[in-house]
C-alpha cells in the first residue's frame, strides 16, 4: 500500500469504529465500557478496513458488526453465564427469528442487513450456528474434569468466529454467490481460524489464566509447542489459499491478511480494554 492507500483505508477504519460505537448504543446493555472501550471499536475498523482496502465504509459494515457479535457473544459465554441453561438460552436467542434478548436482536438486524438469497441466508445462519455451539463447547470444557485433547480444541476453533466474520463479509460484499462457494472456501478459512486460535491463546493466556479461560497452554501446550503448531498450519493455510487466487482473489488475499495482520496486531496489543 502506498501512502494514499494507508491514508484512505485508516479513514475508513474511523469511520467503521465511530459507526460501531453508536450502533453498540443502541444495545447498550450488551456492550459495557468497561470492556468494550473506543480502542476495541476502533481496532475491529483498522482490522476491516485494512483487510478489505478496496471496500466502501457502507461494505465494511456489516464485518464489522459480525466481528462485534463475536465478542458479545464470547463475553455472554465465557464470563456472564452460569448455567448450561444460561448457554443454551443465549444460543437458542441468537439464531431466532423473533429473538427476546439484545444479543439475539444484535443477531437479527445484522442478518436483515444482508440481504441474503434464501440460500446464502441459510448458510449464514449455519455459519453462526457453527460458531455459537463452538462456543458452548468450550464453556463446557472450561468446567468438565478432564479438559479436550489438542486436536480436538483445534477442531473448535470456530469459537473464535473468523470464518463466521469472514462469510458475513463475503456475502454482504457479493464475493460468494452460493452455498457452493462458502465451502470451496471453507478449508482455507478453517485452517486460518486454527491458526489464529492459537495466536490469540499465545497473545492472551495471562489474560485469560486470570479469568480461568480455556486455551492451549491450560492444556498442557509449552510456548515452543505452541509456536511450532502455528507455523505449521500457516503453511497449511497459505498451501490451501494458493489455487483459489485465481477464482477467488479477494477472499484468498483477505485470508492471507488474516495471516499476516492478526500476527503483527497481536505481537503488540490485543481488542479486549484491560478491565
Not at 458479545?72 to 436467542?93: F, K, N, S
Not at 438486524?109 to 455459519?127: C, E, F, V
Not at 468450550?138 to 468438565?144: F, G, K, V
Request: net charge negative; hydrophobic share 45%.
Amino acid at each position: 500500500m502506498n501512502a494514499f492507500d494507508t491514508g484512505r483505508a485508516c479513514a475508513l477504519a474511523v469511520t467503521g469504529g465511530r459507526e460501531l460505537a453508536r450502533h453498540a448504543a443502541r444495545f447498550g446493555e450488551l456492550f459495557p465500557a468497561a470492556a468494550f472501550d473506543a480502542g476495541l471499536y476502533t481496532s475491529l475498523g483498522l482490522a476491516s478496513a485494512f483487510g478489505s482496502p478496496w471496500a466502501t465504509a457502507g461494505e465494511l459494515r456489516a464485518i464489522n458488526r459480525a466481528s462485534l457479535l463475536v465478542f458479545a457473544a464470547d463475553r455472554l459465554i465465557d464470563h456472564e453465564a452460569g448455567t448450561r441453561e444460561d448457554v443454551a438460552a443465549l444460543v437458542a436467542d441468537c439464531l431466532s427469528d423473533a429473538p427476546g434478548g439484545p444479543a439475539g436482536a444484535f443477531a437479527a438486524d445484522l442478518r436483515a442487513m444482508l440481504d441474503t438469497t434464501p440460500d446464502l441466508g441459510s448458510t449464514w445462519h449455519d455459519q453462526l450456528g457453527r460458531m455459537l455451539t463452538a462456543m458452548a463447547r468450550e464453556w463446557e470444557w472450561s468446567r468438565a474434569d478432564r479438559p479436550p485433547a489438542v486436536e480436538e480444541y483445534l477442531a473448535n476453533a470456530g469459537s473464535c468466529g473468523a470464518y463466521f466474520v469472514a462469510v458475513s463479509h463475503w456475502i454482504a460484499t457479493g464475493q460468494v454467490s452460493s452455498p457452493a462457494a462458502v465451502e470451496l472456501l471453507r478449508p482455507a478459512g478453517e485452517a486460518v481460524q486454527r491458526y489464529l486460535r492459537l495466536l490469540n491463546d499465545l497473545a492472551t493466556h495471562h489474560r485469560e489464566k486470570a479469568y480461568g479461560d480455556l486455551n492451549a497452554f491450560t492444556l498442557g501446550l509449552t510456548r515452543d509447542e505452541v509456536t511450532g503448531r502455528m507455523a505449521e498450519l500457516a503453511r497449511e493455510a497459505r498451501t490451501l489459499i494458493e489455487p483459489l487466487r485465481d477464482g477467488h482473489p479477494r477472499p484468498a488475499a483477505y485470508l492471507t491478511w488474516q495471516l499476516d495482520y492478526s500476527a503483527g496486531f497481536y505481537g503488540l496489543s490485543d481488542f479486549w480494554a484491560t478491565t
